[in-house]
């Protein structure tokens, strides 16, 4: 069983509205490591509803010290990225997934997201590419590297990407359908993989690779980390009756990557009695940094409260060595 401290919450923009492009929410933390002094995390925040009632997503990220994460260094002054282009993918808004070095350059994978009629959005997975250490980022091209297909027709969302033993893997979320609950649209979406050679051309190797509750299970990001000789992840997941208050976190491990033994059991992390994380816990990313494997995430409603970090505490130290990972 794994045992995470939790170390609190790091950042809340509805706290001090910096931006009107990031007056509330930071969803989607993602930690990078910018230098020996900074570990960054980027995310997704949102200014305030428009006269539409309709929101926009804009990826920024927050700086936090490496010698002490509570202390803030510095915030992006601008998002990361413009909307895209009219009836692109990502018109509406960019989500961070994964942030790796490739070479010289840093990749960004995102989520971006258009709007529709039936349904209130549909989802596909861009990558952006920075030439300047990660501060600075442009799109690979116009379109999603992945995107609808023959056999997800709906979106594709939540991309985790690894490169381990040259090989690159992604995890990301495929909606494999919408329920309509009281006239209300609900989408449900599982975990599934692809693979690739070079990080932009990939092919889909499964679908639903964590094993399911029930039928119509949830599940959200899964972040994939190396610990005492096995692979483990942490994701979160919810029951689609739940959207609004349901996601909690799961544990699976594994020996090769491709099948996971799922024992929620053993997250070894809850809901806190009270505060911002009292209700919900998603959008899970686990690095490893400093010889400490840490977790973050986000809380009630699906991080408007902002993100926090949790650390795992354990008596044996973290196996290295034995993966290539990134």
């Keep these: 069983m794994l045992r995470w401290r939790k170390l609190g919450r790091l950042f809340n923009p509805a706290h001090s509205r910096p931006w009107p492009w990031m007056q509330e929410f930071a969803q989607c933390p993602t930690p990078f490591v910018l230098n020996d002094d900074v570990l960054r995390v980027y995310f997704a925040c949102r200014p305030r ?28 002054q601008t998002p990361l990225l413009p909307g895209g282009d009219s009836g692109t993918f990502d018109e509406f808004g960019a989500m961070p997934g994964s942030v790796l070095r490739e070479g010289s350059d ?100 499964s679908a639903a690779v964590m094993p399911l509750l029930s039928e119509n299970e949830c599940q959200d990001i899964l972040a994939p980390f190396f610990f005492a000789g096995k692979w483990h992840a942490i994701f979160a997941w919810r029951q689609p009756s739940a959207f609004l208050g349901g996601y909690r976190l799961g544990y699976a491990w594994s020996t090769d990557l491709t099948t996971w033994q799922r024992d929620d059991s053993a997250v070894g992390i809850e809901l806190s009695a009270d505060g911002w994380d009292s209700q919900m816990m998603c959008y899970p990313q686990v690095i490893e940094v400093d010889g400490r494997i840490l977790m973050f995430y986000c809380g009630n409603d699906f991080g408007r409260e902002g993100f926090g970090v949790a650390e795992l505490v354990a008596d044996a130290p973290p196996v290295g060595g034995e993966r290539r990972l990134r």
């Design 106 to 205: 840093v990749y960004l994978y995102y989520t971006g997201w258009t709007r529709m009629q039936s349904v209130p959005y549909t989802l596909a997975i861009g990558l952006a590419v920075s030439r300047d250490g990660g501060e600075t980022f442009f799109r690979a091209g116009p379109g999603p590297v992945l995107g609808l297909s023959l056999d997800e027709p709906y979106f594709v969302t939540g991309p985790v990407v690894r490169i381990v033993d040259d090989q690159w893997i992604m995890w990301y979320l495929s909606c494999r359908r919408w329920l309509f609950d009281g006239g209300q649209p609900e989408p449900v979406y599982q975990i599934a993989r692809a693979g690739s050679s070079d990080g932009i051309h990939w092919q889909r190797e």
């Design 49 to 76: 509803r428009g006269a539409d009632r309709q929101y926009v997503s804009h990826p920024a990220y927050v700086d936090l010290a490496r010698d002490d994460l509570t202390r803030i260094v510095r915030v992006a």
